[in-house]
């Protein structure tokens, strides 16, 4: 079993920048691939980013990429999403989320992700 808890979230004008992390419980999760999910309010869940297990492989939502950079740091069970010229488009509940199976890719696949957080709030204003 593995526990996330996600912090960092915040108001932020456009432009600015926020750095989320995901903190993880559980000695297993260094080899679990992680995924960021966002909601908008009102929309569905939707793709963001997410790392391989041993984080040598990222996937982006082409509406990020280019501004937003996952990393993962295994020795402190955490994943961060550093977001970077932030926009009100990006408003919205971030969740990290863990893929049960062990030494798995990245995916875009929400279906594929087990283990979720309880979100954290990033607001954009312009």
């Known amino acids: 079993q593995v526990q996330l808890v996600e912090s960092g979230g915040g108001l932020v004008q456009a432009g600015g920048s926020l750095r989320l992390s995901c903190a993880a419980s559980g000695r297993t999760f260094s080899s679990y691939a992680v995924g960021w999910f966002r909601q908008a309010s009102g929309k569905e869940r939707e793709f963001v980013a997410a790392i391989s297990w041993r984080g040598d492989s990222t996937l982006y939502a082409d509406v990020v990429k280019g501004r937003f950079t996952i990393s993962r740091d295994n020795a402190k069970n955490t994943v961060y999403l550093q977001m970077n010229s932030l926009k009100p488009e990006d408003t919205g509940v971030y969740y990290c989320?863990?893929?049960?199976?062990?030494?798995?890719?990245?995916?875009?696949?929400?279906?594929?992700?087990?283990?979720w957080g309880q979100g954290t709030q990033v607001t954009v204003s312009s």
């Open positions: 989320a863990a893929r049960p199976t062990a030494y798995s890719r990245a995916s875009y696949s929400l279906n594929e992700y087990k283990y």
